[in-house]
Nanobody, 118 residues
Framework: QVQLEESGGGLVQAGESLRLSCADSTASLRTPLNTYMAWYRQTPGTERDLVAAIYVNGVTKYADSVKGRFTISRDRAFKTVYLQMNSLKPEDTAVYFC?????????WGQGTQVTVSS
């Protein structure tokens, strides 16, 4: 099993920055590597959309709406993933979910609220 623990959400003004963290508390030298770690976001009444992903080989992927503003990174052990969010906009307001896959199964965190005021 995988347990993802998110932190770093909050309320900021437009133009400010936030850094989200997601730690896989079950990852260790004895567990298979996660295939990728990613951040999704969701607003009420909409589907969960990919924001950014980082793969075990270091390749990254971003939604067009966040390119140039958000940066995804990971620690060396691939246990923790970070999302640095700069130049935040009101339309970035959402619940952000951490997501990963290990051994063919996907897992989600509980979500963290990010609110950007204008």
């Amino acid at each position: 099993q995988v347990q993802l623990e998110e932190s770093g959400g909050g309320l900021v003004q437009a133009g400010e920055s936030l850094r989200l963290s997601c730690a896989d508390s079950t990852a260790s030298l004895r567990t298979p590597l996660n295939t990728y770690m990613a951040w999704y976001r969701q607003t009420p009444g909409t589907e969960r959309d990919l924001v950014a992903a980082i793969y075990v080989n270091g390749v990254t992927k971003y939604a067009d709406s966040v390119k140039g503003r958000f940066t995804i990174s990971r620690d060396r052990a691939f246990k923790t993933v970070y999302l640095q969010m700069n130049s935040l906009k009101p339309e970035d307001t959402a619940v952000y979910f951490c997501n990963t896959a290990r051994s063919g199964r996907t897992y989600w965190g509980q979500g963290t609220q990010v609110t950007v005021s204008s």
